[in-house]
């Protein structure tokens, strides 16, 4: 495929933007990476007046993790909130002709053992997910009043290999990893395996991108999706499928200090709307087999 749509995308040097990168590359997209820091107006608006106007933003730049939120609230508010606010405030300047994407969380959502539709209550827990919701409430005030095509996805748990061991199944690959590599049997220290999680591979989510980046970029709406497997997995059974394909014993050593009692017995999302208005599925996720086959896939 040959296209000439010119694509920006913001927090390129993490997990998410650097496969989306490289895959939109790969697609023969006109990619560019920022450079700038997006807490700082002046610096996305001269990184903006050296480059003809983009088709497409993705904005992935934030602090992604619960932890890192809650500890450095404030440096947090100011890259996920305020950061937001001065991009699109700065492409505005420009013109309204792009279509904006944001990846959101499906943390904001109440707890409940139902599966979490977008019409469903937003109750964030965590001051990660209530930055992602005051981000998400400046994207729709800004897309309604300017007439830009923005779409926000609310992602459910995303894995891969890849990822950095702050991350539930990386940890866990990188332990069964290193005891194969030892020769030794993995002792995996842990908290509630029973749980019940909404897991999807990233080739998944790389294709829910490229689904949107093909639309015309005149399109005028705003959408709000939840991306996700809409599958529940236990954990145990994901640790097991890791374990076995990589020919490793393991022991659990469940510590129960790690229990959270406020932690749902199961997390679940609905991605109805997304599948019918673009015929897609996370075909790479519908059960722990194939989710771990693209776990620990290369790309």
Not at 110 to 131: G, H, R
Not at 149 to 177: G, P
Not at 222 to 239: E, G, H, T
Request: net charge positive.
């Amino acid at each position: 495929m040959s296209t000439s749509k010119k694509i920006l995308i913001t927090g390129s040097e993490g997990f998410l933007g650097k496969h989306l990168s490289k895959k939109l590359t790969s697609q023969n997209y006109d990619v560019f990476c920022s450079t700038f820091d997006i807490t700082k107006p002046g610096d996305i608006d001269n990184f903006l007046s050296q480059q003809k106007p983009f088709d497409c933003v993705i904005h992935l730049a934030g602090y992604s993790t619960v932890k890192v939120c809650e500890d450095r609230p404030n440096e947090a508010f100011e890259v996920n909130v305020v950061g937001t606010h001065n991009l699109i405030n700065s492409l505005l300047k420009i013109n309204n002709k792009f279509c904006f994407i944001f990846p959101s969380t499906g943390q904001i959502y109440s707890s409940s053992e139902e599966a979490a539709k977008e019409t469903s209550l937003a109750e964030p827990k965590n001051f990660y997910s209530q930055t992602k919701l005051m981000a998400e409430n400046i994207i729709q005030t800004y897309a309604k009043k300017y007439d830009f095509r923005s779409t926000i996805l609310r992602l459910f748990t995303h894995a891969h290999k890849s990822q950095t061991v702050d991350f539930f199944l990386a940890s866990v690959y990188q332990q069964l990893l290193n005891a194969k590599n030892e020769s030794r049997k993995a002792q995996l220290r842990i908290g509630d395996v029973s749980l019940l999680r909404d897991f999807s591979a990233i080739q998944d989510l790389l294709e829910v991108f490229e689904v949107l980046i093909r639309l015309p970029s005149n399109s005028s709406h705003f959408q709000i999706y939840n991306i996700c497997s809409s599958k529940p997995k236990k954990l145990s059974d994901m640790i097991g499928e890791i374990a076995h394909r990589l020919g490793v014993q393991f022991e659990l050593n469940v510590d129960k200090s790690l229990f959270r009692s406020h932690d749902p017995k199961i997390i679940l999302g609905d991605s109805t709307k997304f599948s019918k208005d673009y015929n897609w599925t996370a075909k790479r996720s519908q059960d722990v087999k194939s989710l771990i086959g693209a776990f620990l896939e290369d790309i």
